[in-house]
């Protein structure tokens, strides 16, 4: 069974940076997922994507983090990592790992169980 293992989060003051890391635990081969990336969900706000990167290297930003985030990751390894610098306290939230696999019946997605981000002074 593949699982999405997040890593990173925590308590951060305005201006600092973070950095989450994803690993796909129980895959077979490099490149398993089309893509990846992450979401986050604030306290009674939808989840909403933050970056996703395909195994070819396009990538997308939510306009809100497209200075200050950098999605990276490692086809060899199934990992996706976000460095988030510059943070902002509305940028506190739950993150989620996300991966898309195109399969014969469509795209099966897979989640993280998420990762806490608190920015605050």
């Known amino acids: 069974q593949v699982q999405l293992v997040e890593s990173g989060g925590g308590l951060v003051q305005p201006g600092g940076s973070l950095r989450l890391s994803c690993l796909a635990n129980g895959v077979i081969g490099d490149s398993y997922f089309y893509v990846m990336g992450w979401y986050r969900q604030a306290p009674g706000k939808q989840r909403m994507l933050v970056a996703t990167m395909t195994t070819g290297g396009s990538t997308t930003y939510d306009n809100s983090v497209k200075a200050r985030f950098t999605i990276s990751r490692d086809n060899s390894k199934n990992t996706v990592n976000l460095q988030m610098d510059n943070l902002e306290p509305e940028d506190t939230a739950a993150y989620y790992c996300?991966?898309?696999?195109?399969?014969?019946?469509?795209?099966?997605?897979?989640w993280g169980q998420g990762t806490l981000v608190t920015v605050s002074s």
């Open positions: 996300y991966a898309g696999r195109r399969t014969r019946e469509g795209l099966v997605e897979v």
